[in-house]
């Protein structure tokens, strides 16, 4: 089978096979049964390689308490990015005045005021307060998947303004944190391969905001901080990141007061699965119908 | 088993057994895996009762176009509940003076403009413009199962900013969707009360805002719009609502454009399983070790 790249028409072809549904904006579309089928097959697979690990599981809501995503200096780096839970606090009349702005067919965000919470950038994100404290000597190992929300509608497909990850975590000394990581970087090649998607491993860096963003880009790389496996979706020349690796050395550690048994600084990595470019991945590469798909594909996902 | 009724112990009770995990603001918890077995759990034996029924499967993430809550005139009667995200669109030198306020610890809601996306204040919100158009003669079924946000921060463990619902929506002639409310609400006390809940229904109404909202409430309880299935969770003499039911006449259908076969305004109906509250429920009236549940409550969740 031959394919083809071109953002259009694989948007087209999504819909057109009820793989997604189109909403008013961009990035935010409904999954169909089939795809949701597929992604839900994907996640267990990951965690059938994970389980042999013995990670726990925590499952946190898409928001986090704001103090979290401040203390982290999220808005330093990726103010663009950011999507910060709004309400209303006023009182009748006010309301009256907000219902009004909204009936006109006027903006009405400046009515309100800020909530305790955000939405979580990174799934990872409410998981490091709760691990205060001293780790035991293994550290800790924690996997979950939620729904991430970045900023950025874009008619794209796998450039989603809210999406989930399958992520683990790992925090303890920085030599266990960054064993663990490499391990996992093969895994989630092999495991991608073992899917019939052409994988590839690359350093990466974070879309930082600004012209300050660039200089924290290449530190990033140059440390060889994050690493991501890429998969050609919309375009074979600019594969998209599918998977990524990131060393936070002990930022978080540091931040929220996280320690090794030995009474270090604790130092955290995580790794996340993105599960719907996952499933796009795999639309993209075998076909709209799975149905269709190569048998060593389908036995890896319909076991 | 006596079951005994108040906040801090039921509270305390969940997370000294791990079921939930606390985090720095209130209604945000994380999940612990038990929790989330026996929450997928029912979750899966909801989906096993409506099977027959053959409904169609969509996903949506926890945002919902920020046109659909204006159209359908959420803030006129939720503007206290809204969760609406905002996003930094400003150049350099204004992420600068948002970095700053953010690390002086001072709020910065203000720096930022609406997006187009509102957090979903119910699940089904996103579905309803995607049924814009003439309905097949049977109407429309649909399930789905999401994140909805509401902001009222509370330590009431069932009181949640953000939660699951497994929802069914039924698009159709008036006689149509009412038939299947009916239906589904002596099914969902059914299923309810066979899990060893001592559920009951009642007439319900929407937490409006403000004095204008009581008026609102009286009328929608006046006509049967709303029912909830209810059980004791916090306190005896007030039991939470786990379940709720409601028809919303031709509001939808008038809003977005939906028609019957017959080219009548269609009629809508949702309703929803709230997957925390009962949960919850279940925890409270067999105890936080669910390997030491009643076999008849087990035989059902762990088939």
């Not at 948007?11 to 579309?29: N, W």
């Not at 839900?40 to 042999?52: H, M, N, Q, S, T």
């Not at 000394?173 to 495991?191: H, I, K, M, N, Y």
């Not at 019939?196 to 924290?216: I, N, S, Y």
Request: aromatic share 10%; proline share 6%.
């Amino acid at each position: 089978m031959t394919v083809t790249y071109d953002v259009e028409g694989f948007y087209a072809g999504l819909v057109e096979h009820g793989l997604i549904v189109p909403v008013g904006v961009p990035g935010a579309f409904g999954r169909g049964a089939v795809f949701e089928d597929v992604l839900e097959r994907f996640d267990a697979l990951v965690r059938r390689v994970g389980a042999p690990e013995g990670a726990e599981s925590i499952t946190f809501p898409p928001i986090v308490d704001r103090r979290v995503i401040e203390k982290v200096h999220y808005l330093d780096s990726f103010p663009h990015l950011c999507g910060a839970v709004q309400s209303f606090f006023g009182d009748a009349l006010q309301a009256l005045a907000l219902a009004e702005r909204v009936n006109r067919g006027q903006d009405w965000g400046d009515l309100l005021g800020q909530t305790g919470v955000v939405l979580a950038p990174a799934c990872c994100y409410p998981l490091y307060p709760t691990l205060a404290g001293t780790l035991p000597a293994q550290g800790r190992l924690v996997t979950l998947v939620g729904w991430a929300y970045r900023h950025e509608p874009s008619p794209e497909p796998t450039r989603m303004q809210s999406f989930r990850v399958r992520e683990y975590i790992r925090a303890g000394s920085a030599e266990q944190v960054l064993a663990w990581r490499d391990e996992w970087l093969q895994r989630g090649l092999d495991l991608l391969r073992s899917l019939g998607l052409p994988a590839q491993t690359d350093v990466a860096a974070d879309p930082f905001f600004g012209r300050r963003g660039k200089l924290l880009a290449t530190n990033q790389k140059d440390q060889k901080l994050k690493f991501e496996v890429l998969v050609p979706v919309i375009s074979l020349t600019e594969p998209t990141a599918v998977c990524s690796f990131n060393f936070h050395q002990d930022h978080f550690g540091a931040t929220f007061g996280i320690r090794t048994a030995g009474g270090q600084v604790a130092s955290t990595a995580c790794l996340g699965f993105g599960l719907e470019r996952v499933t796009m991945a795999l639309f993209k590469m075998h076909g709209f119908r799975p149905q269709d798909w190569p048998a060593s594909v389908r036995a890896q996902l319909w076991t």
